[in-house]
């Protein structure tokens, strides 16, 4: 079991999952019927160990409720980040109307989510029935986000204890965006996942100097957003683009999502420094 084979698994379960294309039972609209929702996958692989993983406890980056690989799994060796990138008609669909997200992207947003948690499911299958334990912190029952009010005492909004994006970025995935999602080598317009495992994987051992070391600034992202959440000065304000999807959602249950931060922008679909 190597990188090669989670790659190989990777792109075997993407072509042959029934998840990855909009169903007629969910499609918003009938052009998107059949539609796929992600092409292949890239992989970012550390050490279960990785110090980085540490400096995520501190209360200026998320906080000590963020867990450490080794809270998740004592046995964990390695830390796993993969990255869908949406497709070409996905995001296209949401350049349309820059005021509101597009059907397509809606569908995208719930639909891809619900694959990439079927996903999870099969990758960790797939590593333990190779005889090596695996976890996939977000469809863990552990797992918890606080977007509005918290149950567990944290009173840090708009957080979790598994962050798929810092985690993707000790990974070396990629860096971060002034729009806060991360820029990988195939752009900032998908989604993340990843897992924790016993199995031990060659870490890509790449290091960033800077946490936007692949944003170019260009300000694109600002000018996009419909509701002015990104700025130069502060990034992004959570809590303005998290009322924008709450109004989203009121008006397509149980549909949301907004990512014009993502698409007809440099970091849509590849990394602008490369």
């Not at 084979?5 to 075997?12: D, F, K, P, Q």
């Not at 009010?149 to 990629?174: F, P, Q």
């Not at 149980?254 to 698409?263: F, I, L």
């Amino acid at each position: 079991m190597d990188r090669q084979a989670l790659i190989e698994n990777s792109h075997r379960y993407l072509s042959l999952s029934k998840y990855n294309c909009i169903s007629k039972e969910k499609a918003l609209s009938d052009e998107l019927v059949s539609i796929k929702i992600f092409s292949e996958p890239i992989v970012a692989i550390t050490d279960a160990c990785n110090p980085r993983f540490k400096n995520l406890k501190s209360n200026e980056i998320i906080g000590e409720h963020f867990m450490l690989p080794t809270e998740w799994l004592s046995e964990a060796n390695s830390v796993v980040s993969f990255f869908f990138p949406f497709t070409e008609a996905i995001r296209d669909s949401n350049k349309v109307n820059m005021s509101y997200p597009s059907k397509g992207w809606l569908n995208g947003r719930i639909e891809g989510q619900f694959f990439i948690n079927s996903f999870s499911d099969f990758i960790v299958d797939f590593i333990c029935n190779s005889g090596f334990k695996t976890v996939s912190p977000s469809i863990d029952k552990r797992f918890f986000s606080n977007a509005d009010n918290d149950s567990r005492g944290i009173n840090k909004l708009y957080t979790s204890n598994w962050s798929e994006r810092h985690v993707a970025y000790v990974c070396g995935m990629g860096t971060f965006g002034l729009s806060a999602g991360i820029i990988t080598e195939k752009g900032m317009a998908g989604r993340l996942t990843s897992i924790i495992t016993e199995l031990s994987l060659l870490p890509d051992d790449k290091e960033y100097q800077h946490i936007n070391e692949n944003c170019i600034m260009c300000g694109k992202c600002i000018k996009n957003c419909p509701v002015n959440a990104i700025s130069f000065k502060n990034g992004k304000n959570h809590e303005v683009c998290s009322k924008f999807l709450n109004l989203v959602l009121s008006d397509n249950h149980p549909w949301y999502g907004c990512g014009k931060c993502q698409v007809d922008v440099p970091c849509e679909d590849r990394n602008p420094k490369s």
